[in-house]
């Protein structure tokens, strides 16, 4: 069964930084282009990052670029969100989801094959 865990969520102050970690098991993630999304309570899921299958091509959403910061470990079937100068606005139930694709070198926020259920990031003073 294919199945991603997110971790690494919790409450930080504005200003701090949280490492995100999405985990697969029962695949191998080497095969996808993952991407995080986020949503905060009262709004619309948005995508957040995504990286390619061969980690060298990424996308940043414009409320995040500067501060956030994706990466992948093929190795370790892991895709990682480093969120530095975390804002209030950053608040929201933070997804990770896989896309299958053949494609080693794009990534977007459509098409996803299989999700996870989430963590929270809560950034409060």
């Known amino acids: 069964q294919l199945q991603l865990v997110e971790s690494g969520g919790g409450v930080v102050q504005p200003g701090g930084s949280l490492r995100l970690s999405c985990a697969a098991s029962g695949f191998t993630l080497i095969g996808y282009a993952i991407a995080w999304f986020r949503q905060a309570p009262g709004k619309e899921r948005e995508g957040v990052s995504c990286i390619s299958r061969s980690g060298t091509r990424w996308n940043y959403a414009d409320s995040v670029k500067g501060r956030f910061t994706i990466d992948r470990d093929n190795a370790k079937n892991t895709v990682y969100l480093q969120m530095d100068n975390l804002k209030p606005e950053d608040t929201a139930v933070y997804y990770c989801?896989?896309?299958?694709?053949?494609?080693?070198?794009?990534?977007?926020?459509?098409?996803?094959?299989?999700w996870g259920k989430g963590t929270l990031v809560t950034v409060s003073s």
């Open positions: 989801a896989a896309a299958q694709t053949t494609n080693w070198l794009v990534c977007d926020y459509d098409g996803m094959d299989s």
